[in-house]
């Protein structure tokens, strides 16, 4: 019933830019938080950047400065913009999405490839 639909990823350039999209759809959604995390190969899943119902915010220290994370709680979507990309950014970046009394949902990843 829930679905999480992640957009917006591709192949870009050192120093591009990209702008990932993530909307959560179904039924009497109240969403707690949304957040994108991201794996690399070989790697362990990284949370990116979260941001709360509230407005409240965080991103990694990696990515601090280049990415920016806002949301629309009224369409229960989350955005990530991403600047300045750099090789060890890429991966594939996952959104999830915490909904009160229903719990955690993820969505199916989005590849993010930053090469030359």
């Known amino acids: 019933q829930v679905q999480i639909v992640e957009s917006g990823g591709g192949l870009v350039q050192p120093g591009g830019s990209l702008r990932l999209s993530c909307a959560a759809s179904?039924?009497?959604?109240?969403?707690?938080?949304m957040g994108w995390y991201r794996q690399a190969p070989g790697k362990q899943r990284e949370l990116v950047a979260v941001i709360f119902s509230g407005g409240t915010s965080t991103t990694t220290d990696s990515v601090k400065g280049r990415f920016t994370i806002s949301r629309d709680n009224a369409k229960n979507t989350v955005y990530l913009q991403m600047n300045s990309l750099k090789p060890e950014d890429t991966g594939v970046y996952y959104c999830?999405?915490?909904?009160?009394?229903?719990?955690?949902?993820w969505g199916q990843g989005t590849q993010v490839t930053v090469s030359s």
């Open positions: 179904g039924s009497m959604l109240s969403v707690v938080s």
């Open positions: 999830n999405a915490i909904f009160k009394g229903m719990g955690s949902y």
